[in-house]
């Protein structure tokens, strides 16, 4: 059996002139988490949906534990559990009748049906809310509720969009824990979000998805690693700052800088080694560097450079 429990190839998914979907492929290994990232509109609803047999691809094709979207949407259907980035409706049932409901359209009957019930409440901590009715439910009860019934028929696979929205930092702390447990229990699970920094922890691999196309695929300190060249650094020196900055400004890969005094502040793409060749440089023309301090870009700063804000 193939190690990839989630495999898309050639994603594309056209609405008219708007490519929602741009020729997108990853995977995602068996009990790993793997984070879509990306802003408002870059198509991340649309290939979850797609992967959740809602919808079809215009091209290309997606596979959940080994089977097609596009050929065997039932077989993908019992494997998969799908969170949607919106509650459904069923206002005046209470949360134990509510996953119950979905239990039976799963097809899960007596003993069965009843312990799978019951390990959900436990899990998702909505035990305490079993005889509470759907609509009293708060934001966080809601999600976790939600999430319950995406884990009634124990799917292998779990497609989460954009769970965290909305939710209160404790709840996402929460939340964050039973995605981990999940995935150590060897579900593989796809999870959105707008914000990279909220899935880094959780998230063995990320996407970043911009316009239809993935930008980049990997772990976050690689996609950090390579992405983050850029960063700035600030050089004292003793004396004869003005020359300096005159020496710097005309060198490859120095941008923005701005002398205070005997502070120079500029922009360096390069990374720790190019750092260390550039001070022995300055060192190596008779200036007296007093100090260096290299402010690396953030996650979020990475995001903000690998993406370019544009939405369709
Ligand atoms: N049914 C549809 N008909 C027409 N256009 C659509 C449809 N569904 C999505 N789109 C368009 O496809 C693009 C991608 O939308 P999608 O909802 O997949 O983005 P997203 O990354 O999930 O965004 P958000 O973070 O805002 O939920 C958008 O331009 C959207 O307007």
Redesign the pocket.
């Known amino acids: 059996m193939s190690r990839d429990c989630i495999e898309v190839r050639r994603l594309h998914r056209f609405?008219g002139k708007?490519k929602?979907v741009n020729d997108i492929s990853f995977s995602v290994s068996r009990g790993h988490v793997f984070g879509y990232i990306?802003p408002?509109?870059?198509?991340?609803?649309?290939s979850m949906r797609i992967l959740a047999t809602l919808d079809l691809p215009s091209y290309g094709d997606a596979f959940v534990d080994g089977f097609s979207v596009v050929n065997d949407p039932e077989l993908v259907r019992r494997r998969l559990g799908f969170m949607p980035?919106s509650f459904g409706t069923y206002r005046d049932v209470n949360c134990s009748e509510y996953l119950d409901f979905f239990a039976r359209a799963y097809g899960l009957v007596g003993r069965e049906r009843n312990q799978r019930l019951k390990w959900v409440l436990d899990f998702t901590g909505t035990k305490g809310m079993a005889e509470k009715p759907v609509r009293g439910l708060s934001k966080g009860m809601k999600q976790r509720l939600c999430l319950g019934r995406a884990l009634i028929h124990d799917p292998a696979v779990m497609i989460l969009d954009e769970p965290a929205a909305g939710l209160d930092p404790r709840a996402r702390i929460d939340l964050r824990k039973m995605i981990r447990e999940l995935a150590d229990r060897g579900k593989t699970i796809l999870i959105s979000s707008?914000i990279l920094t909220e899935l880094a922890e959780m998230c063995d691999t990320v996407g970043i998805i911009e316009q239809g196309h993935l930008l980049a695929t990997g772990s976050v300190e690689q996609i950090q690693r390579e992405r983050a060249k850029h960063r700035e650094l600030v050089v004292r020196l003793l004396d004869r700052a003005e020359e300096a900055a005159a020496d710097l400004t005309a060198r490859d890969a120095i941008g923005g800088l701005h002398r205070d005094g005997c502070r120079l502040r500029f922009e360096f793409e390069g990374d720790d080694v190019a750092q260390t060749e550039l001070v022995a440089w300055m060192v190596g023309k008779g200036y007296r560097v007093a100090e260096v301090i290299s402010h690396k870009k953030s996650l979020e700063d990475v995001f903000m450079q690998v993406t370019e804000g544009l939405v369709?």
Request: charged residues 15%.
């Open positions: 609405f708007t929602a990306g408002n509109g870059a198509g991340k609803t649309t980035d707008h369709q």
